[in-house]
């Protein structure tokens, strides 16, 4: 009986650890494809582009590109933390660029966990909440 559990939960874990990094959804070799074609793209210009110039630049490798392949293999770049995106506070559009070894590995390194950081927020009001009802019941006995 605990080995069927044992078998279902690496079973489960296995298809989650395919999936990583993806909204849910199987990568699929054209995914794949447009994502390494907007990396190549971004690493040769070496400039920051707007996303219709990359989709522009991608359509014309890929046949058939859909707006929601492009954007999802854009956003889970994003994601993955190769590209980013800035503001141009000139004209409030978005543009991209692709991030070096070197500065991933710096963000990544300066970086907390998303588990670290908020259990330090909740250590933080825990801290303030405890202070204040100090305060409270230190000024009740001056009153």
């Known amino acids: 009986m605990t080995s069927n559990v044992k078998d279902r939960e690496l079973r489960i874990r296995e298809s989650l650890e395919k999936k990583k990094g993806t909204r849910g959804r199987k990568k699929s070799k054209k995914t794949i494809r447009v994502q390494e074609l907007i990396m190549d793209l971004l690493f040769v210009s070496r400039r920051l582009m707007r996303s219709s110039e990359i989709r522009i630049a991608?359509?014309?490798?890929?046949k058939?590109?859909?707006n929601y392949l492009f954007f999802s293999a854009l956003t889970d770049l994003q994601k993955q933390g190769s590209i980013l995106k800035k503001k141009n506070?000139?004209?409030m559009k978005y543009t991209f660029y692709v991030l070096s070894e070197e500065e991933r590995g710096l963000r990544l390194k300066d970086s907390l966990p998303r588990?670290?950081?908020?259990?330090i927020e909740l250590k933080y009001m825990m801290r303030t909440f405890q202070l204040e009802k100090d305060l409270v019941f230190q000024l009740r006995f001056l009153f």
Request: net charge positive.
């Open 115 to 119: 588990e670290q950081i908020s259990s």
């Open 89 to 91: 506070l000139l004209n």
């Open 58 to 62: 991608v359509a014309k490798r890929v």
């Open 64 to 66: 058939g590109l859909s």
